[in-house]
């Protein structure tokens, strides 16, 4: 059962480190001058309001898909 458990937590670090190598960048990027707007634009409506804004292409809700992510 220790050995299953250490190949779990190696598996873990490895991943991990995987993560980090490939990711790092990402963790020093900020936000644009534009994204708090944007932001601000999709606490309003429902959830599904957003979801459903996808479906409508006459929708002018601008990058819905982005919200719920």
Request: no cysteine; aromatic share 20%; net charge positive.
């Amino acid at each position: 059962m220790i050995a299953g458990k250490r190949v779990q937590a190696l598996f873990f670090a490895v991943l991990l480190a995987f993560f980090y190598v490939f990711h790092k960048r990402a963790l020093a990027a900020h936000f644009g001058s534009d994204e708090m707007m944007n932001l601000y634009g999709h606490w309003h409506p429902p959830l599904w309001k957003t979801i459903a804004a996808e479906f409508g292409f006459w929708s002018k809700t601008v990058r819905p898909m982005g919200a719920v992510y």
